[in-house]
């Protein structure tokens, strides 16, 4: 079992930077692919940045790629991303959540689809006003 716990979110405006951090639980972690996915209201959760158990292989949404980073410290069981250039359309609820299929650990890769994912966090409200 793995336990995710997100903070870093809050109210910025346009242009600004945030970064939201994941802790988890649990001494697999380091094994787990993991994933940002975010929604808004009335629409579905969407896909933002994925990476790899090991840190070599990362994803990200066209909308948000060279704005956002993600990354990781296996030390410290802990997943960030890193928001620069925030527009008012990245506001939403951020989730993040890990991958715990061994097809995804050998192959050192990471899924974009949140039905892959195992194991959620309860979210970070990320706000940005123009």
């Known amino acids: 079992q793995v336990q995710l716990e997100e903070s870093g979110g809050g109210l910025v405006q346009a242009g600004g930077s945030l970064r939201l951090s994941c802790a988890a639980s649990?001494?697999?972690?380091?094994?787990?692919?993991m994933g940002w996915f975010r929604q808004t209201p009335g629409k579905e959760r969407r896909f933002v940045a994925a990476?790899?158990?090991?840190?070599?292989?990362?994803g990200y949404a066209n909308s948000v790629n060279g704005r956002f980073t993600i990354s990781r410290d296996n030390a410290k069981n802990t997943v960030y991303l890193q928001m620069n250039s925030l527009k008012p359309e990245d506001t939403a609820v951020y989730y993040c959540?890990?991958?715990?299929?061994?097809?995804?650990?050998?192959?050192?890769?990471?899924?974009?689809?949140?039905?892959?994912?195992?194991?959620w966090g309860q979210g970070t409200q990320v706000t940005v006003s123009s």
């Open positions: 990476i790899s158990w090991s840190g070599g292989n990362t």
């Open positions: 649990g001494r697999t972690f380091s094994n787990y692919a």
């Open positions: 959540a890990a991958d715990s299929n061994l097809v995804t650990y050998y192959r050192g890769s990471y899924s974009i689809a949140d039905y892959e994912y195992d194991y």
